[in-house]
């Protein structure tokens, strides 16, 4: 009980006394997570969107695929982007390895299964409301995905968001790619995980007090933003 | 050009059912055209087959034009109207804006449309809070106001009151004025008598009479026919 009041004092701390080194990491956090939420969005929610009103013949393992790609182990896209970005492997002339880029690249692997799953299934919905419509209307495929991006846009920002909490907690694969490198690629789940191993609790718990403020805050601050929850609106 | 279709022996079927058909028909929509008929007869299914968003199981139906423009031609308000998640002004403006009208222009046809259906001041609400009559009002302004040659209506007045009626009835009959078509299913004797120029009478899937709506409704040429018309159960 110690050590939360402590971590709690030391994140109260850290934050009114403006801790350089906190500012940083957390910068690079919301870098590096905004940047992998903003590229996984442009890929899933078309994706997602397109998987729900298109028949194709492996339309159904395509789904089965997707939402078992939810659950992808982070350490093991950690340690397949390290393979193909390391000296020897494919991509390891690009010198990406142990950069930002590289942890943007992990997130969004991991993140992209979980946006387009979630969108898949809300736009089935609304899509299943629509089809007639905007099949009488002679509408083309493009124009009914912006269509139902547009009117599911509540939808696909809660689809959006559960990416970003995914991306802002994530640990395994930004350390293996990452490096965890002071001043580089330190970012707030990895400087948890250090000062946890240093056994400096007080610090980690302060960390981790500010990546949960963090999160609430981008949460919170987009659902203002996008109005979402008022009346007569959706 | 006059849009026309002909239907040849068309046939729908569902899960080995068949739902509509064999029809082969020249239809030639001039006025307003009323497909009578109890339910399950298969009107639903042939204003679809008609609009082309129902396979056919067998036959072929074309239009006078291509495909492509048929459909351009054509507009479909369906018997529960589907509101777009937007305001009404977005839900007239929809159809425009898919066919890239200038924004003024668009903004223009608009005003015009909420004020013909009596909506003008709740152009800011969100179409699907409206009432039944409301969204069925504006399901058919977003159909007309693209001003399409053909207009296929289903049973736009099912479950509406007598007032909402009225006024639905009253925005077909000036849009068939300003030379719009209307194909429309009923199974109201009295409404088909209100407003038909020319009725189709279907039963079981097939077309049992077709004829101009003054003969139709003195001298039917079916015992089927004749029955509905005397409100006797017809299956």
């Known amino acids: 009980m110690n050590d939360i009041w402590a971590g709690l004092g030391s994140a109260f701390w850290l934050i009114v006394t403006g801790d350089p080194d906190l500012i940083e990491i957390t910068l690079r956090s919301l870098q590096v997570?905004?940047?992998?939420?903003?590229?996984?969005?442009?890929?899933?929610?078309p994706f997602g969107t397109w998987l729900a009103i298109r028949r194709f013949r492996f339309r159904r393992a395509t789904i089965a695929a997707l939402n078992a790609l939810m659950?992808?182990?982070?350490?093991v896209v950690g340690l397949i982007v390290y393979l193909l970005l390391s000296r020897s492997?494919?991509?390891?002339?690009?010198?990406?390895?142990?950069?930002?880029?590289?942890?943007?690249i992990a997130q969004v692997i991991i993140i992209t299964p979980l946006i387009a799953s979630i969108t898949h299934q809300a736009m089935r919905e609304l899509w299943a409301e629509y089809h007639d419509l905007l099949i009488s209307l002679n509408t083309s495929n493009w124009q009914r995905v912006r269509t139902l991006i547009y009117d599911g846009r509540r939808a696909l920002l809660t689809a959006s968001l559960a990416g970003f909490g995914r991306a802002i907690g994530e640990v395994g694969a930004i350390m293996i790619v990452g490096?965890?490198?002071d001043h580089a690629t330190r970012v707030l789940t990895t400087a948890i995980a250090l000062e946890t191993g240093k056994g400096d609790f007080a610090l980690a718990l302060g960390l981790g007090f500010v990546l949960i403020a963090l999160a609430l805050i981008v949460n919170f601050a987009i659902h203002v933003l996008s109005r979402t929850e008022r009346e007569g609106r959706w | 050009?006059?849009?026309?279709?002909?239907?040849?022996?068309?046939?729908?079927?569902?899960?080995?059912?068949?739902?509509?058909?064999p029809i082969s028909y020249d239809l030639n929509p001039a006025g307003i055209t009323i497909v009578l008929g109890p339910n399950g007869a298969g009107k639903t299914t042939f204003l679809k087959v008609l609009h082309g968003v129902?396979?056919?199981?067998?036959?072929?139906?074309?239009?006078?034009?291509?495909?492509?423009?048929?459909?351009?031609s054509q507009a479909y308000v369906f018997q529960s109207p589907i509101m777009l998640r937007r305001t009404v002004r977005q839900n007239l403006a929809f159809p425009l804006q898919l066919v890239g009208m200038p924004k003024a222009q668009i903004a223009e046809r608009v005003e015009s449309w909420a004020q013909k259906i009596g909506l003008a001041q709740a152009l800011e609400v969100s179409a699907p809070r409206l009432s039944g009559g409301e969204k069925q009002k504006l399901a058919l302004a977003r159909a007309l106001i693209r001003e399409?040659?053909?207009?296929?209506?289903?049973e736009p007045c099912a479950n509406l009151d007598g007032r909402s009626t009225r006024e639905i009835e009253a925005l077909l009959i000036k849009a068939n004025e300003a030379g719009t078509s209307i194909i429309m299913t009923t199974?109201?004797?009295?409404?088909?008598?209100?407003?038909?120029?020319?009725?189709i009478f279907l039963l079981d899937g097939k077309i049992h009479d077709s004829d101009a709506a003054a003969s139709f409704f003195t001298t039917s040429r079916t015992a089927e026919a004749g029955a509905f018309l005397a409100g006797d159960i017809v299956e």
């Open chain 1, 33 to 45: 997570s905004v940047s992998a939420l903003v590229i996984a969005s442009l890929i899933a929610l």
């Open chain 1, 71 to 75: 659950g992808l182990p982070p350490v």
């Open chain 1, 89 to 104: 492997g494919p991509f390891g002339v690009l010198g990406l390895l142990f950069t930002p880029t590289a942890m943007i």
């Open chain 1, 179 to 181: 490096g965890n490198i």
């Open chain 2, 1 to 21: 050009m006059t849009l026309t279709a002909k239907l040849k022996d068309v046939c729908v079927k569902r899960q080995h059912k068949t739902i509509l058909g």
């Open chain 2, 54 to 72: 129902e396979r056919l199981s067998s036959g072929h139906m074309t239009w006078s034009v291509s495909d492509d423009e048929a459909r351009a």
């Open chain 2, 148 to 154: 399409p040659k053909v207009v296929f209506l289903d």
């Open chain 2, 187 to 199: 199974h109201h004797i009295g409404q088909a008598k209100r407003l038909a120029e020319n009725v």
